[in-house]
């Protein structure tokens, strides 16, 4: 029971680390260009883990087969260069407790993609709360407002955040043909790597490297973005599905968005307005309608 509970300990951890990547961000946006933010926050991150990997196991801890590094480099493209950046891009626009909310659409992209790329099978119920979560975003992002919808006169930073869970889910979909026996530590290694190396090369050319300023509070951004969120969330939350299985743990990811608008409200004074508040208890009620049809799917096919 003790085990259990340190578990469950371990996994609102790493969900706090995960609500608080937006209001990084959002103090992060005033001090450093997106693709500076990306790329140091991930060269440290690849650094670290593959020294940790080699102190461990040696060279051959590292190695990789072909055929998943040729997927490592395409995840790393979409999921670390482009998501990232395009994150930090459109969090100059929008707060960070609307970013925290429009990302809780995540899981239920990735049933959709799972669905169209890789043929994963879906109920009625599981594609009733996709529906529902999907709602609860256009809510969240036209503010209730028919004419934003009917104009097209979205924010143009939450319409990247919207782009931004797209790219994570398609990395997500990707990671399952990788090798099972793929150690979970490289492939964030890899994928940062080859995340942070695309961020230096464009940066460089593009001369998108910028740092505007360098404050105390920004530097315990950068830190809680790179090594908290990049790092110990990773760490904690595999240790922890590890023991309560993927099932379970897998319900604690509607803390994330409700972590990191309740950070964005404390730390920068965010507002909530009505209509996206409820357009984020549809999300939330989306998620749950989903997860609880994959659970139910899964009981049955044994």
């Given amino acids: 029971m ?32 997106p693709m500076l933010i990306t790329g140091a926050r991930f060269t440290l991150v690849s650094l670290i883990l593959f020294a940790f990997l080699f102190f461990k196991g040696g060279v051959k801890s590292i190695k990789v087969s072909l055929h998943d590094f040729k997927l490592l480099i395409l995840m790393g493209v979409l999921g670390i260069f482009l998501h990232n950046t395009l994150l930090f ?36 119920y599981g594609w009733l709360g996709i529906l529902i979560s999907l709602i609860g975003a256009v809510i969240i992002v036209s503010k209730g407002s028919l004419k934003v919808i009917t104009q097209f006169e979205f924010n143009y930073g939450e319409l990247l955040v919207v782009i931004c869970e797209i790219l994570w889910s398609v990395y997500v979909v990707i990671s399952y043909r990788l090798s099972p026996n793929i150690n979970a530590l490289s492939v964030t290694a890899y994928t940062a790597l080859v995340g942070a190396f695309l961020c230096f090369v464009f940066g460089c050319f593009g001369n998108l490297l910028i740092v505007y300023k360098i404050e105390f509070i920004d530097i315990v951004s950068f830190l809680v973005l790179s090594l908290f969120a990049g ?41 909530l307005i009505k209509e996206e508040i409820i357009g984020a208890m549809f999300v939330i009620l989306g998620m749950i309608v989903s997860v609880r049809a994959k659970l139910t799917n899964k009981v049955n096919s044994k």
């Fill in 89 to 124: 891009e459109g969090l100059k626009y929008t707060t960070a407790s609307n970013a925290a909310l429009i990302e809780s659409i995540g899981p239920a992209v990735t049933s959709v993609c799972a669905f169209l790329f890789i043929g994963e099978r879906l109920s009625k």
């Fill in 231 to 271: 790092i110990v969330a990773f760490a904690s939350w595999n240790f922890a599905i590890s023991k309560v299985g993927a099932s379970k743990g897998g319900i604690f990811v509607y803390l994330i968005p409700l972590f990191g608008a309740a950070l964005g409200f404390v730390v920068l004074g965010e507002t």
């Fill in 2 to 33: 003790a085990s259990k509970s340190k578990a469950y300990f371990y996994l609102v951890l790493a969900c706090f680390f995960w609500g608080a990547t937006p209001l990084c961000g959002r103090i992060l946006k005033d001090s450093l260009s």
